[in-house]
Nanobody
Framework: QVQLVESGGGLVQAGDSLRLSCAASGRTIYIMGWFRHVPGKEREFVAS????????DYADSVEGRFTISRDNAKNTLFLQMNRLKPDDTAVYYCAAGRRFTTRQSEYDYWGQGTQVTVSS
């Protein structure tokens, strides 16, 4: 019903910026979110945005550095990441759901992820 494909990851140095994109097929009326995963750790919430972009939510660890946005006309979700830190290194996933929540279990659709590596 909904397919999501992330892109924009790469290898950068601490303090650099990177913008991730998530191209969606199907309807774009869902709550959208970004999550990240490091091997050996739990997948964690990064940011979310309502269907119109009116409300956003961020994890404390990225507040003030990351910005989530969406362009529904282009069926695309973005995550602008500034002042990157080595701790931001992870595989980043976009997700779609029908509830404005930080809980990954309540998102229905997931992309395959894009790797972000931040060197010190």
């Amino acid at each position: 019903q909904v397919q999501l494909v992330e892109s924009g990851g790469g290898l950068v140095q601490a303090g650099d910026s990177l913008r991730l994109s998530c191209a969606a097929s199907g309807r774009t009326i869902y709550i959208m979110g970004w999550f990240r995963h490091v091997p050996g750790k739990e997948r964690e919430f990064v940011a979310s945005i309502t269907s119109t972009g009116f409300r956003t939510d961020y994890a404390d660890s990225v507040e003030g550095r990351f910005t989530i946005s969406r362009d529904n006309a282009k069926n695309t979700l973005f995550l602008q990441m500034n002042r990157l830190k080595p701790d931001d290194t992870a595989v980043y996933y976009c997700a779609a759901g029908r509830r404005f929540t930080t809980r990954q279990s309540e998102y229905d659709y997931w992309g395959q992820g894009t790797q972000v590596t931040v060197s010190s």
